[in-house]
């Protein structure tokens, strides 16, 4: 449970720099999103959902 705490604890403090230091980069990535095909998002959704195993995997074996 403390790793998926720290993992979640990282995710926000991440987002939180993106948002405190970028916020209009921000807004516009989210109006390109909402632009974007459902397709296109769930391409762009299963490949981090693939890297972020990778990466778990090799980090953990």
Known sequence: MSDFLTALGLVLALEGTLYALAP???KSMMR???ESTD???RLAG???LALGVLIIWL???
């Open 24 to 26: 209009g980069r921000m």
């Open 46 to 48: 299963v490949a981090a």
């Open 39 to 41: 397709q296109a998002l």
């Open 32 to 34: 390109a999103a909402l």
């Open 59 to 61: 980090v953990r074996t």
